[in-house]
């Protein structure tokens, strides 16, 4: 018993080294439309390693449409990722359009249809970027009183968009959402789906194996349970500060948020993380990505 215990212990003492001496990839998100060579070429400066964008510029939220011909469209993504290969920056992962018309848990089933259809067009697009992960969102928010029945249309859904991301040769995952509580201020709606941890894992059993998690490290109180609880099924980050009770998106370094940050590394390592430290917070330097990912994982 004793030997395995250390076993144990030496398994995680090198998992929290990798982590502190910098192995984890990083990276922030930036939108496609800022995809410029020279943008690009300032961040290799930075010494960042990857990138993740979303075609959100390009879309008219209201209509499901893209605002360019689908032409234009190619013209567009094939230039921004070749201005990425030519700096030599990873697009690692692709966040999909969201939002109060683009929901893949609608109950009504021709509006569920009109978004997976949407989604299957875009990810057209997104294959010209040959992303390593495409990011949904599970849901806008809800109803009252329809949770169970989005859950079940949220599940369908991500089956189907599962095998379309598979063919564009990339790993599907979905994002934790903010929910401090189940209803919004006024009390006429609920918050979105993966609202909490119990949520979050009792939904993903649902999902295919194959299907895996974002966490938002600014969506909830204590993201660092959240890792620990879905575990492998974490294959990338939003890395931000917070609250857990606002969409917040501080910089870590800022010290404005009430994360335990030693908390969190300590929970990557003993998952086992291995995907890039992705920044969904912004800073004026970027230098100053880095460097604070080297200030957290010394804690």
């Given at each position: 018993?004793?030997?395995?215990?250390?076993?144990?212990t030496?398994?995680?003492?090198i998992s929290?080294?990798?982590?502190a001496?910098?192995k984890?990839?990083?990276?922030?998100?930036?939108?496609?439309n800022?995809?410029?060579?020279?943008?690009?070429?300032?961040i290799?400066?930075?010494d960042i390693?990857?990138?993740?964008?979303g075609?959100?510029?390009?879309?008219n939220k209201d209509?499901?449409t893209?605002k360019?011909?689908?032409?234009?469209?190619?013209?567009?993504?094939?230039?921004a990722?070749?201005a990425?290969?030519?700096?030599g920056?990873?697009?690692?992962?692709?966040?999909?359009p969201?939002?109060?018309?683009?929901?893949?848990s609608f109950?009504?089933?021709?509006?569920?249809?009109?978004?997976?259809a949407?989604?299957?067009?875009?990810?057209e697009?997104?294959?010209?970027?040959?992303p390593?992960?495409?990011?949904?969102?599970?849901?806008y928010?809800l109803?009252?009183?329809e949770r169970?029945?989005?859950?079940?249309?949220?599940?369908?859904?991500?089956?189907?968009?599962?095998?379309?991301?598979?063919?564009?040769?990339?790993?599907?995952?979905?994002?934790?959402?903010?929910?401090p509580?189940?209803l919004?201020?006024?009390g006429d709606?609920?918050r979105p789906l993966l609202r909490?941890?119990e949520?979050?894992t009792?939904?993903?059993k649902?999902?295919p194996?194959?299907v895996?998690a974002?966490?938002?490290?600014?969506?909830?109180s204590?993201?660092?349970e959240?890792?620990?609880a879905?575990?492998?099924?974490v294959k990338?980050?939003?890395?931000?500060d917070?609250?857990?009770?606002?969409e917040?998106h501080?910089?870590?370094?800022?010290?404005?948020?009430?994360?335990?940050w030693?908390?969190i590394f300590?929970a990557?390592?003993?998952?086992?993380?291995?995907?890039?430290?992705?920044?969904?917070?912004?800073?004026k330097?970027l230098?100053?990505?880095?460097?604070?990912y080297?200030?957290l994982?010394?804690?």
């Amino acid at each position: 018993m004793k030997f395995k215990l250390l076993i144990v212990t030496l398994i995680s003492s090198i998992s929290m080294n990798a982590l502190a001496q910098g192995k984890l990839k990083i990276g922030f998100s930036i939108g496609i439309n800022a995809l410029t060579p020279k943008k690009m070429q300032q961040i290799k400066a930075a010494d960042i390693d990857c990138i993740e964008t979303g075609l959100t510029a390009y879309i008219n939220k209201d209509s499901l449409t893209f605002k360019f011909s689908d032409a234009e469209m190619i013209s567009k993504i094939k230039a921004a990722k070749k201005a990425a290969d030519d700096a030599g920056v990873q697009i690692w992962s692709i966040h999909m359009p969201y939002g109060k018309e683009i929901d893949i848990s609608f109950v009504d089933e021709e509006r569920r249809k009109k978004v997976i259809a949407f989604h299957k067009k875009g990810l057209e697009y997104a294959k010209l970027l040959q992303p390593k992960i495409i990011l949904f969102h599970p849901s806008y928010y809800l109803g009252l009183n329809e949770r169970e029945e989005r859950i079940k249309q949220l599940v369908k859904s991500v089956k189907e968009l599962n095998a379309e991301v598979k063919a564009v040769k990339a790993t599907m995952v979905v994002e934790n959402m903010l929910g401090p509580a189940l209803l919004v201020s006024k009390g006429d709606q609920e918050r979105p789906l993966l609202r909490s941890v119990e949520e979050a894992t009792t939904i993903f059993k649902m999902f295919p194996n194959d299907v895996y998690a974002a966490v938002d490290l600014n969506h909830i109180s204590k993201p660092e349970e959240l890792l620990l609880a879905l575990g492998k099924r974490v294959k990338t980050l939003h890395v931000a500060d917070g609250d857990g009770k606002a969409e917040r998106h501080y910089f870590p370094c800022d010290d404005k948020g009430e994360n335990n940050w030693k908390a969190i590394f300590e929970a990557l390592a003993k998952i086992n993380y291995n995907g890039p430290f992705m920044y969904e917070s912004s800073t004026k330097d970027l230098k100053a990505y880095r460097e604070c990912y080297n200030k957290l994982s010394a804690l």
